[in-house]
């Protein structure tokens, strides 16, 4: 089985900076995409950012300019870089990966349970 935990979310104030850091456990082969989505309140999940395990990167439009992806592949660990903050990123961010594990080296696509962002106007 596989576990990815996220860790620092918080409350920020309009313009200010958080980062989101996810860590994949459990019984893993490899890592392939890394992905950050969020889901506001009344709205869809939506993809933020992602990330290959060869480190190529693609950002959502709301995205690009602001925030960073980046991953530790031998600790298998994704992070988010989030800076400009707005009330609009409001939300709950998911951390979510393309993982191989050792058992079955099936890929499967595994969900974190979320961290809360709260940005204050």
């Known amino acids: 089985q596989v576990q990815l935990a996220e860790s620092g979310g918080g409350l920020v104030q309009a313009g200010g900076s958080l980062r989101l850091s996810c860590a994949a456990s459990?019984?893993?082969?490899?890592?392939?995409?890394m992905r950050w989505y969020r889901q506001a309140p009344g709205k869809q999940r939506e993809l933020v950012a992602a990330?290959?395990?060869?480190?190529?990167?693609n950002y959502a439009d709301s995205a690009k300019g602001r925030f960073t992806i980046s991953r530790d592949n031998a600790r298998n660990m994704v992070d988010l870089q989030m800076n400009s903050l707005s009330p609009e990123d409001t939300a709950v961010y998911y951390c979510?990966?393309?993982?191989?594990?050792?058992?079955?080296?099936?890929?499967?696509?595994?969900w974190g349970q979320g961290t809360q962002v709260t940005v204050s106007s």
């Open positions: 990330i290959t395990s060869g480190g190529s990167t």
């Open positions: 979510n990966a393309d993982v191989e594990t050792l058992r079955t080296r099936v890929q499967r696509n595994y």
């Open positions: 459990g019984n893993i082969y490899s890592i392939n995409a």
